[in-house]
């Protein structure tokens, strides 16, 4: 699968991630099958979270995969930590993005990660600690490199006060019906809902910032409430766009959303949730497709965007 830089990191990752948010939907030979047709198409970039099944998806993951030394050093593995369900809080400080690594480290059955990112952003935190939590993972080797998720810029900058690691990535919400943070840009200085700055600009900063996005829920619509491949009533003209583009190129309408997201020029990496191995073949297809200009602005205007 085609690669890119993670953020001003070495280290070369494949253009779409593999969540592992559902993976505890799977039994064991699904699960192990899961994993190795990804490893197949060249998808080793797996992404976890320590709240994913209460922990849970990173044991399944670390036994669907066999995990071993050698097994390791195959894949790219990514984790968050920073959020606490079971407080109904969020903590970036340095005790507990300590003891969530090594208990993420235990249930994946490794010695390091290659990224961590913290998880959602805590109004509470004090960038030194979190500083010292990476300091101490980094000099320990069990994290080689860092990110954020769900952060705007000046989030990012205040981290970035104390913390001296790189922040490779930043995880957002994006998909083509979830799309301000690209509408707004069409929008400067106009007197109309789309114009609102809701995120800060965070995808020019991440790009001044040589910061990878990595597009989470890219099928999505609203926080959850469906998709909108195949639905018609909320979406005809979006899906007889997608439709036509995909028959031209004779893939599925799932290869071409995410062959949106990889056409933008800010080389995302999309997060890639399903754990249909069918749907999985196909959004890594889109890895090999590149939209012209033109059907990148049709289906961004079939999902009801108005350009000014």
Same mark, same amino acid.
């Given at each position: 699968?085609?690669?890119?830089?993670?953020?001003?990191?070495?280290?070369?990752?494949?253009?779409?991630?593999?969540?592992?948010?559902?993976?505890?939907?799977?039994?064991?030979?699904?699960?192990?099958?899961?994993?190795?047709?990804?490893?197949?198409?060249?998808?080793?970039?797996?992404?976890?979270?320590?709240?994913?099944?209460?922990?849970?998806? #990173? !044991?399944?993951? &670390?036994?669907?995969? /066999?995990?071993?030394? %050698?097994?390791?050093?195959?894949?790219?593995?990514? *984790?968050?930590?920073?959020?606490?369900?079971?407080?109904?809080?969020?903590?970036?400080?340095?005790?507990?993005?300590?003891?969530?690594?090594?208990?993420?480290?235990?249930?994946?059955?490794?010695?390091?990660?290659?990224?961590?990112?913290?998880?959602?952003?805590?109004?509470?935190?004090?960038? #030194? !600690?979190?500083? &010292?939590?990476?300091? /101490?993972?980094?000099? %320990?080797?069990?994290?080689?490199?860092?990110?954020? *998720?769900?952060?705007?810029?000046?989030?990012?900058?205040?981290?970035?006060?104390?913390?001296?690691?790189?922040?490779?990535?930043?995880?957002?919400?994006?998909?083509?019906?979830?799309?301000?943070?690209?509408?707004?840009?069409?929008?400067?200085?106009?007197?109309?809902?789309?114009?609102?700055?809701?995120?800060?600009?965070?995808?020019?900063?991440?790009?001044?910032?040589?910061?990878?996005?990595?597009?989470?829920?890219?099928?999505?619509?609203?926080?959850?409430?469906?998709?909108?491949?195949?639905?018609?009533?909320?979406?005809?003209?979006?899906?007889?766009?997608?439709?036509?583009?995909?028959?031209?190129?004779?893939?599925?309408?799932?290869?071409?959303?995410?062959?949106?997201?990889?056409?933008?020029?800010?080389?995302?990496?999309?997060?890639?949730?399903?754990?249909?191995?069918?749907?999985?073949?196909?959004?890594?297809?889109?890895?090999?497709?590149?939209?012209?200009?033109?059907?990148?602005?049709?289906?961004?205007?079939?999902?009801?965007?108005?350009?000014?």
């Amino acid at each position: 699968m085609r690669t890119i830089k993670l953020g001003t990191s070495t280290l070369d990752v494949p253009v779409v991630a593999v969540g592992c948010m559902r993976i505890n939907s799977l039994d064991k030979p699904q699960a192990e099958r899961f994993v190795r047709t990804a490893l197949d198409l060249g998808a080793n970039f797996f992404e976890h979270a320590d709240i994913y099944g209460t922990g849970k998806c #990173e !044991e399944i993951f &670390a036994d669907a995969i /066999q995990m071993s030394p %050698s097994v390791r050093d195959q894949v790219i593995l990514q *984790s968050k930590c920073g959020i606490r369900p079971d407080k109904g809080m969020f903590d970036f400080s340095k005790e507990h993005i300590l003891t969530s690594v090594d208990a993420i480290l235990k249930r994946l059955r490794t010695d390091y990660l290659d990224v961590l990112l913290l998880h959602r952003p805590d109004t509470l935190v004090e960038p #030194e !600690e979190v500083a &010292a939590a990476f300091d /101490q993972l980094e000099s %320990s080797g069990k994290v080689r490199h860092f990110g954020v *998720s769900n952060q705007n810029p000046m989030q990012i900058e205040l981290l970035k006060k104390s913390v001296k690691q790189p922040l490779v990535a930043n995880q957002l919400q994006l998909s083509i019906t979830n799309a301000t943070m690209i509408s707004q840009g069409f929008n400067v200085n106009m007197e109309n809902g789309a114009a609102v700055n809701r995120d800060g600009s965070i995808l020019d900063y991440c790009r001044l910032n040589d910061i990878t996005i990595q597009p989470w829920s890219p099928f999505q619509y609203g926080f959850f409430e469906g998709v909108f491949l195949g639905n018609n009533e909320k979406f005809p003209e979006l899906n007889k766009t997608i439709d036509e583009i995909a028959a031209k190129y004779g893939v599925s309408n799932t290869t071409i959303a995410v062959a949106w997201l990889l056409r933008h020029p800010a080389n995302m990496q999309p997060v890639i949730g399903t754990m249909n191995i069918e749907r999985l073949q196909d959004c890594c297809k889109a890895a090999d497709i590149r939209l012209t200009r033109e059907e990148w602005y049709s289906i961004f205007r079939s999902a009801g965007n108005i350009l000014p």
